[in-house]
């Protein structure tokens, strides 16, 4: 079975960092682009970051650029998200994704269940 599965969420106080981990079971992440989105109460899933198989291009959205850095580890299967100069406007449930073009099936998209970061004092 496919799945992607979060870890590293939790509560942080604004100002400090986070880094929240994406690991793949069931399939290789290497063909895949991969990259979060992130969804706040009563607001629409955002993207924030991805990163393509193909060239390595990485996409940071408005809300996190210069705060933000992913990266993948091919050894590991897993895909990493950090953010520093944490703001109350960050608190959201960070979903992973991997993406990836199959012939004559179009689009795949496998996503993971989410994890919390909540940014309070």
């Known amino acids: 079975q496919e799945q992607l599965v979060e870890s590293g969420g939790g509560l942080v106080q604004p100002g400090g960092s986070l880094r929240i981990s994406c690991a793949a079971s069931?399939?290789?992440?290497?063909?895949?682009?991969v990259g979060w989105f992130r969804q706040a109460p009563g607001k629409e899933r955002e993207g924030v970051s991805c990163?393509?198989?193909?060239?390595?291009?990485?996409y940071y959205g408005d809300t996190v650029k210069g705060r933000a850095t992913i990266s993948r580890d091919y050894a590991k299967n897993a895909v990493y998200f950090e953010l520093s100069n944490l703001k109350t406007e960050d608190t959201a449930v960070y979903y992973c994704?991997?993406?990836?073009?199959?012939?004559?099936?179009?689009?795949?998209?496998?996503w993971g269940q989410g994890t919390q970061v909540t940014v309070s004092s």
């Open positions: 990163v393509s198989n193909k060239d390595g291009t990485i």
């Open positions: 069931g399939f290789t992440l290497d063909a895949y682009t």
């Open positions: 994704f991997a993406k990836v073009w199959e012939t004559l099936r179009g689009w795949k998209t496998i």
